[in-house]
């Protein structure tokens, strides 16, 4: 008997150690894989009178400037350019204040990352851009819509980071530092907890996922490593852009959202649970010429409408996109 418990001990042991070389090995292989692929988009970092900027230029035509969400990168604008803007259009895929190549600068503000958006352009001696940002970019691009009017042609948000009466409570910052500045936990959280990271990024709970949505989720997730190279940038989102900018919808705000002029679309979803609908269209309501294109579901990350959002974007180019023609 004792020498059949050792063996039983042995077995199992011997089992956990082969699952911990393969779920290591498989670790490596993904991580190494993740910088390699940002690695390789073609990406550079250009210096600017308000400090070093990554972005990415791929294309022809007039420049649309493309501004990431949460636990992003010039990666993540490259993949929602490709997803929802046309060819006919010149992509300038930047990277914001602590993701990827783009330093968090001491005392970092929303109205600095709009003026170094500013600097960049000059940098890169484009003068106006139409703007396309997505959930807690919309901050920074509202903000240099405010302070540079000249420089934005149209302005369009994807389920635009909003504040209102629904109020959608941020976790203890503890909890991105524990689960996301270690590139492991959130690869393992990525592999074995993914209804949770699903969660994260906003698709609705029961939501019915088919081969292909499946397919856009796991690139999203996928998206977010290495996820200690971008989480510098989700806290300074969560703790200093965010209450930064909500700060703005007040009348006492030297940047009233009833300044802007600017032509703009927003684009939201009725399930999102983390672009509010009702935040949202209050949002909208507060901009003069804002324009409101609600989808029935898909959550934050529109899934199942890219055709119809595509389209939507297209038309509100062709109207506002200085000198563009098809």
């Not at 008997?1 to 699952?19: E, P, R, S, T």
Request: with cysteine; charged share 20%.
């Amino acid at each position: 008997m004792a020498n059949f418990k050792i063996y039983i001990f042995v077995f199992l042991l011997g089992m956990v150690i082969v699952g911990i070389v393969t779920v290591a090995a498989r670790y490596s292989g993904e991580i190494r894989a993740a910088h390699k692929r940002v690695n390789n988009l073609g990406s550079r970092v250009i210096e600017t009178e308000r400090g070093p900027v990554e972005y990415a230029r791929f294309g022809d035509g007039y420049p649309v400037m493309v501004v990431h969400g949460a636990m992003g990168g010039f990666d993540q604008g490259l993949m929602l350019a490709d997803q929802f803007i046309g060819s006919d259009f010149q992509v300038i895929s930047v990277s914001r204040f602590g993701y990827l190549r783009s330093p968090l600068p001491a005392e970092a503000t929303i109205t600095k990352q709009a003026d170094t958006f500013a600097c960049l352009l000059d940098s890169l001696g484009i003068q106006r851009v139409a703007v396309f940002a997505v959930s807690g970019g919309a901050n920074s691009a509202i903000r240099f819509a405010a302070r540079h009017p000249e420089r934005v042609s149209a302005l369009i948000l994807i389920s635009p980071a909003a504040p209102g009466k629904v109020k959608v409570a941020s976790p203890p910052r503890a909890v991105f530092d524990i689960l996301l500045r270690n590139d492991f936990t959130c690869w393992a959280f990525n592999t074995f907890f993914k209804p949770i990271m699903q969660s994260m990024i906003g698709v609705p709970k029961g939501f019915v996922l088919t081969p292909e949505l499946d397919a856009e989720v796991k690139t999203t997730l996928a998206g977010m490593m290495p996820s200690s190279r971008r989480i510098d940038g989700m806290i300074f989102d969560m703790y200093t852009s965010s209450p930064e900018f909500y700060e703005s919808v007040s009348e006492t705000s030297p940047y009233p959202l009833g300044n802007i002029e600017t032509p703009v679309l927003m684009i939201n979803a009725m399930d999102d649970s983390l672009a509010v609908p009702e935040n949202v269209r209050s949002l909208a309501g507060q901009i003069p010429n804002a324009r409101l294109f609600v989808m029935p579901d898909g959550g934050h990350i529109l899934l199942g409408h890219t055709e119809e959002v595509k389209s939507e974007i297209s038309r509100f180019l062709r109207t506002n996109a200085d000198g563009f023609k098809k």
